[in-house]
Structure formats: C-alpha cells, structure tokens
Nanobody, 125 residues
Framework: QVQLVESGGGSVQSGGSLRLSCAASGYTFYCMGWFRQAPGKEREGVAAIGRDGSTLYADSVKGRFTIYRDNAKNTLYLQMNSLKAEDTAMYYC?????????????????????WGQGTQVTVSS
C-alpha cells in the first residue's frame, strides 16, 4: 500500500523554526513536494524536489525554507526557518512522477498522485 505520513508540525513563535518529515512507503516516487492550505485559502505549492535533488520553491518561502530528501530512507523533509504568522497552515506532503517536478507542473496539485494526511503548523506573532 502506497502511503505518505507527515510529522513534525506544531506551534512556534514568529522567527522560530520547525522541521517537517514525510515518510513514504510502498513505492519510491521521483518527485516529492510540500503544499499548504490556510483557512479560507486555496492549497498552494511550497516546494518540490526531484530524486536527483533538483529543487523548486515558492517565492514566499525562498531563503527561509529548505526541502531535502533521504532517498535511502524514502523520507522527505522541509526545514522551515524564520517562520512568519502567514506561514500558518496545514502542510501536506505529496508525491508523483517526474512531470510533478516540472516548472509548469509542480505548483499544480493535480500533477501529484499521492497525498499525506497533513500536519498543522501554527506561527504566533
């Protein structure tokens, strides 16, 4: 059974850091990514990474967030530094084929095939 399980969410003050993890099982995906959805807003792409280590970031998180993966453990990570109140959201791990990591596809949730259940991140100002 293909499954993604996120962990690492929580509450932190503005300027703080958190690291999210996403453990994949049942399959090794080429592309893995993080999306987030705040209350009343659409789900948006945060970052994505290919199996070759190539990365893509939303402008709003560049320089603050780092996506990386451990292929041996089939685990995805998102290191979030300098967190802001506007980063508050439910964060979802997603995985898919190489097209999901393309410049035109990575921020479209429809290009990802498998999703985790989400982990809440709350940043207080």
């Amino acid at each position: 059974q293909v499954q993604l399980v996120e962990s690492g969410g929580g509450s932190v003050q503005s300027g703080g850091s958190l690291r999210l993890s996403c453990a994949a099982s049942g399959y090794t995906f080429y592309c893995m990514g993080w999306f987030r959805q705040a209350p009343g807003k659409e789900r948006e792409g945060v970052a994505a990474i290919g199996r070759d280590g190539s990365t893509l970031y939303a402008d709003s998180v560049k320089g603050r967030f780092t996506i990386y993966r451990d292929n041996a453990k089939n685990t995805l990570y998102l290191q979030m530094n300098s967190l802001k109140a506007e980063d508050t959201a439910m964060y979802y791990c997603a995985a898919g084929s190489p097209v999901a990591c393309s410049d035109f596809g990575w921020q479209n949730q429809d290009t990802f095939d498998v999703w985790g259940q989400g982990t809440q991140v709350t940043v207080s100002s």
